[in-house]
């Protein structure tokens, strides 16, 4: 099925990776945005819906990524993780009335690509905000609401490096994450793709010389290249195009219209902006406009 986009806004969205990879600090925001849980739900989600049994509990358990600077990164003291991913992720929890900010209410689960439909499906989390590209196949699975970031696959490889992207790859070993989108594709452009269990694996075994290059969205290596600055860059024009979204389980697809709602009135008030300029605009990338949010199946 072909998705409806608004090609100017995807335009914009794709420099992100470009950019970012020139640049600096892929936003260390640590304590992220001060998003006040919404005070009043009583009667504001329909009874037996999803949202209003955890708008009842109190609690919810959102799986993000915890090894990827600027969009989903935990440090080993960090109560909260940081980043784009994160910060969206506080503004659906706040629409439940939820404080993101008390561990105590919201469980941050680490979510690796393989385990994303895994954990949504057995219920271990309730949603998934973990650079998820929304897929035919995933749909068949779990449910899919967004995007709230368009972003395209390129390359990281050490500094020194005479690749200038994938098309110098074919018939090489390129590691990138199991489970995931970006092996498909780089398999389809000819390379040997490697799975590991994450990003920043792939990314040690670029800097140790076991594997030329890595691939993946290129904000989540532009992250990586500069928390390594000087040692890793990002190379060669996107091959793909990966429209981020939010996950929850496809016995719950009264999710959708949900989630698409609080970002659609993050798009209007300014706070998706705001996210985005908090995480990823320390790099010195423009703030794009938002995607185009695709219909509820």
């Known amino acids: ?87 969206i992720a506080k503004l659906l929890v706040a629409d439940l009335c939820i404080d993101p900010a008390d561990t105590s209410k919201v469980n941050w689960e680490e979510t690796i690509s393989d385990n994303r439909e895994p954990f949504l499906e057995s219920g271990k989390v309730d949603i998934v905000l973990a650079s998820y590209s929304i897929t035919e196949d995933r749909q068949k699975v779990v449910g899919q609401a967004g995007p709230y970031m368009v972003t395209g696959q390129q390359v990281l490889v050490k500094a020194d490096s005479d690749i200038t992207g994938i098309d110098d790859l074919k018939g090489k070993e390129v590691c990138s994450v199991t489970g995931s989108t970006s092996l498909e594709n780089v398999k389809a452009k000819g390379a040997k793709g490697v799975g590991a269990d994450s990003y920043s694996e792939c990314a040690e075994k670029v800097l140790d010389g076991t594997y030329r290059a890595m691939s993946t969205d290129g904000t989540i290596l532009a992250g990586l ?46 706070s998706w902006a705001d996210a985005f300029e908090l995480t990823l605009g320390p790099s010195g990338v423009d703030t794009p406009e938002p995607p185009t949010l695709q219909p509820c199946k």
Request: glycine share 14%.
């Open 1 to 87: 099925m072909r998705w409806r986009k608004a090609f100017a806004a995807t335009a914009a969205t794709l420099v992100v990776a470009g950019s970012l990879a020139a640049c600096g600090d892929a936003g260390n925001d640590k304590e992220g945005r001060d998003v006040k849980a919404k005070s009043d739900c009583d009667g504001k989600f329909e009874d037996g819906s999803r949202m209003a049994e955890l708008a009842d509990a109190g609690k919810i358990n959102v799986g993000v990524k915890y090894d990827q600077p600027g969009l989903g990164f935990k440090g080993a003291t960090d109560d909260v993780p940081s980043g784009f991913d994160i910060e």
């Open 225 to 270: 290249a500069a928390q390594n600055e000087g040692q890793l860059k990002v190379v060669g024009d996107q091959f793909s195009e990966e429209n981020i979204g939010v996950g929850f389980s496809k016995d719950r697809p009264e999710m959708c219209e949900w989630i698409d709602g609080v970002l659609s009135k993050s798009f209007e008030d300014g």
